[in-house]
């Protein structure tokens, strides 16, 4: 009696599992309903879209070639890291150093510049001025600053610059500057040499004497300024020294009468 009532309840068990095996949900049965509606032409209609079936069962073109690069118009990192680096001051020195450049450039002998004076209002003014500009603007000469509001910056200024106080000969040029708006004919210039702060300074205290240059000498420990003026022209000019730590010179050039 027990045996027929367990077969009993299997029997009745058995298509109700069946049937929750095979239930499915409302928004599955709508999924399949929506898919029917796509691929048949019409509503109602067993009749296929060719096009339509072709484009839902077709394979997918693949190439093996392509499947595997990055967007070309992705921005990549390079394949090696990119070379900021500055060359040296002597990319472009001679053998014999920058001593034997400017005897070449020259064959007037070298004049010993003065000692400096004690004190050095013109080191302050230097350490200041972040521009070449600012640096024009603070020069006692008032031609010079004058016209340091009207410089426009451009590498070609420091090939303009007075004949008698030219770049010195083995000059790396960082910065330039000039203005000849009105009556202004005002040039800037900063760059670097491989020469010895004393050798730089004796260079352009002989070209201005020479000159007719009055020559001013003023230092503060590493920071030295030669300065001066012509008065038969009215010209004036300022030069900035500063001693590097492998030997060279870092200059800025000012002046009032360029070319």
């Known amino acids: 009696m027990v045996r027929s009532r367990f077969r009993g309840l299997v029997v009745l068990a058995l298509p109700v599992a069946l049937a929750a095996c095979g239930s499915r949900s409302d928004g599955e049965r709508n999924l399949d309903s929506l898919d029917n509606e796509l691929v048949d032409s019409s509503s109602g209609n067993a009749t296929r879209d060719p096009a339509l079936m072709s484009a839902l069962q077709d394979q997918i073109m693949v190439d093996p070639t392509l499947a595997q690069q990055a967007n070309n118009d992705a921005v990549r990192p390079p394949a090696q890291p990119y070379s900021g680096a500055v060359p040296p001051d002597g990319v472009a020195a001679t ?3 920058a001593a034997a450049t400017t005897g070449a450039a020259t064959s007037r002998t070298l004049k010993k510049t003065p000692a400096p004076a004690a004190d050095c209002p013109q080191c302050e003014a230097a350490r200041e001025s972040l521009t ?10 008032k031609r010079t600053s004058n016209c340091a509001g009207t410089m426009r910056y ?22 330039a500057a000039g203005s000849e708006q009105g009556n202004c004919a005002l040039r800037a210039v900063s760059f670097a040499t491989t020469a010895s702060l004393q050798t730089v300074l004796d260079w352009y205290y002989t070209r201005a004497t020479d000159a007719g240059y009055s020559a ?15 008065d038969r022209d009215g010209g004036a000019f300022a030069l900035f020294l500063t001693g590097r730590s492998d030997g060279g010179t870092d200059v800025d050039l000012v002046a009032n009468n360029g070319n």
């Open 154 to 175: 451009s590498a070609r200024w420091a090939q303009r610059l007075p004949a008698d106080l030219p770049l010195y000969p083995d000059a790396r040029v960082s910065e």
């Open 132 to 141: 070449l500009g600012a640096l024009a603007a603070r020069q006692k000469d």
């Open 95 to 97: 053998t014999a150093g």
């Open 216 to 230: 001013e000498h003023q230092a503060d420990g590493s920071e030295h300024v030669l300065g001066g003026t012509r």
